[in-house]
């Protein structure tokens, strides 16, 4: 049952997007289950993960046999989801909303999204207001950066000690990094998210971009790096303008928005971080 005041027809909600999963939570609602519950925990860290949660294994290949005995009076999907959308509506009502379309920044319906996932379960004051703090700690994260944005930032996730993936415009990273005050460094198309792995010098064609790490950094490309001549050349390495951030989920929505911001500001503005 969802701890809510007043009535709700949808008292059991099952959830097979992580954006909509933490979207869900943000809102005070514990779903009875929801995909990759391990690697959530990893990865988006935020919000916390009530332990009566059943896990449906990977999203994707979600566990339908577990899906059915949580006896869901709603489903909440994306259109990642829209492969099994019929698999889906055999077990109940579905609703799908989509934070990431192809060419546009994923902030502002994610905004969107929250006000009507908020509507149709009843939670629609809740999800104002969400919308509002998180549009405020934006500000303050902006606040707190803004003698570092006269340099443009690289994103990037490690794939090992040779290659990256970076994070553009229609990514929320990227969104969020433009809403802060910064300009991405990344100019060329990226596909929803982020490119395919890069080469590491790639990075060297903006020579005085911050390189901003989001964790998590694979095991072997941390213990090569540091030894490899090729990251030792770039000029954001040499001259101190790398940082790491940890692990934030790269496909959510405004928790995963507020935490990205949060964890930037922090790191920027720690002592030692150069000034732009």
């Not at 500000?139 to 996730?157: G, M, Q």
Request: zero cysteines; a positive charge; hydrophobic letters at 45%.
């Amino acid at each position: 049952m969802l701890s809510t005041g007043r009535a709700n027809p949808h008292e059991r909600i099952a959830v097979v997007d992580w954006a909509m999963f933490e979207t869900l939570l943000a809102l005070g609602i514990v779903p009875v289950a929801a995909t990759e519950l391990v690697q959530f925990r990893k990865i988006a860290i935020e919000p916390d993960v009530p332990p009566q949660v059943a896990d449906l294994g990977l999203r994707g290949s979600p566990n339908f046999e577990m899906l059915r005995l949580s006896n869901p009076h709603l489903i909440v999907s994306s259109r990642w989801f829209t492969w099994v959308q019929h698999s889906l509506e055999q077990i109940a009502p579905v609703v799908s909303y989509s934070v990431y379309e192809p060419n546009r920044p994923p902030y502002a319906p994610a905004e969107q999204i929250t006000v009507a996932l908020g509507k149709r379960i009843g939670r629609l004051a809740q999800a104002r207001a969400y919308v509002d703090a998180s549009a405020l700690e934006l500000a303050r994260a902006s606040r707190r950066v803004a003698d570092k944005t006269a340099r443009p930032v690289f994103l990037i996730n490690l794939g090992d000690a040779r290659h990256f993936r970076v994070f553009g415009a229609d990514s929320m990273f990227g969104d969020v990094l433009q809403r802060l005050g910064f300009t991405n460094a990344w100019t060329k198309p990226t596909s929803y998210a982020a490119t395919a792995p890069m080469p590491l010098e790639a990075l060297a064609e903006v020579p005085d971009a911050w390189i901003v790490i989001i964790s998590p950094v694979p095991p072997d490309a941390r213990s090569t790096l540091s030894d490899s001549s090729l990251w030792r050349a770039l000029p954001a390495v040499r001259e101190g303008r790398v940082v790491t951030l940890p692990p934030v989920n790269p496909f959510g929505a405004l928790p995963a928005a507020r935490r990205f911001a949060r964890m930037l500001a922090e790191t920027l503005s720690a002592p030692g971080a150069q000034n732009g």
